[in-house]
């Protein structure tokens, strides 16, 4: 593959800051930075797009406009859920045989719909963010240990998830993935997820096992479950270098407790949460506090929470989601003045009422104001111009009630009428529907194949008997013959000498 040149690369950089000036983008100052100053991120911008200009700058855009909404410069040790972090089904250990660090997934640890989704998300990236910072964005081998996984570890959704990272965000980031020891139940699975994966990275493809893996990874980096000499035990340890940059900044950040960020601090260390996810301080008071439930009213599906202000000075809020699409929030911004209460109705737009519902989140974000005499595009133009540090947010997931009397197991419930599966959602349910049922044939299969063992041990044990007894009879009528042919002798030769006598 060709290298850009020093040209090409400081092309891209200019494009993109002009596209940036034109337009008023607001990306990440972090990664503005980093576009302006690292040529090994542009340079692989244009490799992942074979040098094609036009591609390689979209996708830059896209990736810090993700970053931005992501909040990726944000996500550290301390910011996501520990738990997840510390059970070791990521990591990243080892290297390949051409040196590019292993990042690994357990496929047995993970079993689909016992962790938030989100926050799983979020690991993979804290992951994804490290290793690029340890190896300085050199390339990387996704390493799958299938040891031990069944159907229920299968998750495509999160397999899709990681895929588009690599696709989408982190360019000329992939070197193999490696597929150790697959059960052959998932056959079906993995061609599925080939069909995801652009013709570069399907060729990149290699399934393994514990003969194989000697071509892409020395013994001496292969753990001892791999059939390798590393004695390695996964332990969580921080991120040092993460440490070093975060110990430079002066802010302190508040988390919930599944690990999302909720409000800023720049002196006090005493912050607590309560269970209830509301920390005392905060300028507004955001109730429900963690859900907000959608049921059906006529033909609508529509949510509702309330925002108070609990200060004596006035603050405009404002309201984003993570499917913004997908849901009506009417108003999206406002103005409250000192202790003064807001209703904010959500309505989930036609199309897309599906069970997905569940995985959407909304934020509501609240800044100070000076006064109250604010007009509409006064507030958007604070907004647009508003200092990252004044911000305080709190999260809020979603719950559908029909859905939550469905898991509390009362009578009747389900989706309600208007929660019709979306294409996509009835596709993920065929292909659940598809694993479950090869899980069924797979056991089946099983269960057969030890029946018939069972059966031929019994065969060979009647045919062992048949054979036994046969012999014993033979031997039995062999030796009535012999005693009968005796007898018969016994009294010729005695009838014999009886007539020789007389």
Known sequence: MMEPSLQEIQELRSLFLQKVQDEDKDFHPKDLNRVSNDDAWLRRFLLHHDLEMRDALNMLIE???????????????????????E???????????????????KCCKHVKGQKDFEELKRCVVYWME?????????????????????????????????INLCKQYYPYFLNYILIFEMP??????????????????????KFVNKNTLKDYVDSANAL??????????????????NENNKSEENKKKVHFADGSPLVESHSDDSWEIRNDGFVPSTRVRVTPQDAISFVQEGIEVTGSFTVQNVTAEPVTY???????????????CGMLAPYEKATVSIVLITGYTDANILRDKFLVMNIPLDHTD??????????????????EEHRLKCRVASLQQAHNGAPGAGLSSGLTPSPSAELEQKMSQLLISMNHVSESCFKMENEVKTLRRILLLIITLILCLATCITFIFHD????????CMAKESQSFIQHDEN
């Open 318 to 332: 404002k309201v984003k989601t993570t499917s913004p699409k997908k849901f009506r929030v009417r108003p999206s």
């Open 480 to 487: 009535t013959d012999a005693n009968q042919s005796n007898q």
């Open 184 to 205: 052959w139940v998932l056959n079906a699975a993995f061609k599925i997820i080939k069909t995801w994966l652009p013709t570069k990275a399907v060729q990149k493809i």
């Open 374 to 391: 604010y007009s509409a595009n006064d507030l958007n133009e604070n907004w647009r111009r508003v200092d990252s540090s004044t911000v």
């Open 130 to 162: 490290r290793v690029e910072r340890q190896d300085k964005g050199d390339q990387i081998t996704i390493f799958f240990d299938m040891t031990d996984t069944g159907l229920a570890n299968m998750d495509m959704e999160y397999t899709k998830y990681l």
């Open 87 to 105: 059970e070791g089904s990521i990591f990243v250990h080892g290297r390949d045989k051409d040196g590019k660090s292993l990042f690994i997934f």
């Open 63 to 85: 990736t810090c406009d993700w970053r931005k909404s992501f909040k990726v410069n944000e996500i550290n040790d301390q910011t996501i859920n520990k738990e997840y972090l």
């Open 224 to 241: 001892k479950s791999w059939g390798g000499l590393d004695t390695y035990e996964f332990s969580f340890q921080p991120d040092t270098q």
